[in-house]
């Protein structure tokens, strides 16, 4: 569960304040906040024995202090001293019960004892907390522990929750495209891949998964081409050895680059031509243009579509759109009018004026 530990400790950094009034007066409470500063300091540093004696003072000052008794969970869960870890969350919860920090932590902790129905339950108060300023965490690291407890289905519904709270959610994204890869749609799969590139580079994870996607895809170019790319930026990373597994199979057929023919003119000067402001729906994103063809040949769609290209990090990405809507009523209107095969891929809105940088930007 470490992805879900790194998402859940960046969020308790946001957030350490006392909950409630304090019993002991101004200056314990103020002294037992200072001592859980120190402690959240060693923790972040790992040095937990020094962590467990400041979280110790803190809580010696101000015993009520809920914040102190949800850090010296975390404390003692990172030390494998179950029982200690979970009187203190469950102290916590007692002082604080609407804290979304500590309903978060104190779901990853049950989730990794196996009590996935009670991690549920406190993952979704926490998301459903109106004060959660991150509703995409809780709902991420419930998708998480849905995986763990081999739901993949749950997983799925809450990684989509995840999306959207916060679009740009990565490890929702992430899970989302292996989950539908895994799933035997990689073209939805591609998708994901896509919007993650819109807000971060690539792991050593989504590389190994790109590359499998355009295997499947029979796309052996670009599939060797992250190979590459895995190789040169993650030596010495596990998903080296998975991608050197791959191989291409007998009927796969590879579509070189000159083979592969651009979108053409007329379509870029329609998207060019465009407001900026006016949106307009990604219907697919992949490295593989004849699945762009094939998706147009059995899925007529109902509004004019256009196609456009750019190049990243060595690899041809072809991206097709559909449609001209004012405001972004009209774009979701339009997008619960498509095609059932085609709502499967998980199309999403966007703007013109992010298109026509990249057009502008990268070209052809």
């Known amino acids: ?101 500590i309903r978060n932590n104190f779901g990853n902790f049950l989730c990794s004892l196996g009590k996935y129905n009670a991690a549920d339950e406190n993952f979704s108060l926490a998301a459903k907390q109106p004060d959660n300023p991150k509703p995409e965490i809780a709902y991420t690291n419930a998708g998480l522990c849905a995986l763990r407890a081999k739901s993949s289905e749950k997983a799925k519904r809450y990684f989509e929750q995840a999306m959207q709270a916060n679009p740009g959610q990565l490890t929702a994204l992430y899970q989302l495209a292996r989950l539908n890869f895994n799933a035997g749609k990689p073209l939805a799969a591609s998708s994901y891949l896509e919007q993650y590139s819109n807000h971060s580079q690539d792991t050593a994870k989504t590389l190994l998964l790109r590359a499998q996607i355009e295997q499947a895809l029979g796309n052996l170019e670009s599939m060797e081409i992250y190979r590459q790319q895995l190789r040169s930026k993650f030596p010495n990373s596990p998903e080296v050895r998975k991608a050197n597994a791959l191989v291409a199979t007998r009927s796969a057929q590879t579509v070189t680059a000159t083979e592969k023919p651009s979108p053409s003119h007329t379509d870029t000067d329609w998207l060019l031509s465009r407001q900026p402001n006016h949106y307009t729906l990604q219907i697919l994103a992949t490295a593989n243009r004849q699945a762009i063809s094939q998706l147009l040949t059995d899925n007529p769609l109902p509004d004019r579509s256009a196609e456009y290209s750019f190049n990243n990090n060595g690899t041809q990405w072809f991206n097709l759109v559909m449609g001209d809507y004012a405001n972004l009523e009209s774009a979701r209107s339009a997008m619960r009018k498509l095609p059932e095969s085609v709502r499967a891929l998980n199309p999403w809105v966007r703007r013109f004026n992010s298109i026509q940088r990249v057009i502008s930007q990268k070209g052809f």
């Open 1 to 101: 569960m470490r992805k879900c530990f790194v998402l859940l400790f960046f969020i308790l950094l946001q957030s350490c304040a006392t909950d409630g009034t304090s019993p002991v007066g101004p200056d314990r409470d103020r002294l037992s906040q200072q001592q859980l500063q120190q402690a959240l300091g060693h923790f972040r540093n790992r040095q937990l024995p020094e962590a467990q004696l400041a979280v110790a003072d803190s809580l010696k000052s101000n015993p009520n202090n809920a914040q102190a008794h949800h850090v010296a969970g975390l404390i003692y869960q990172r030390l494998g001293q179950t029982s200690q870890a979970r009187d203190h969350f469950e102290s916590a919860i007692k002082l604080a019960p609407n804290e979304p920090i």
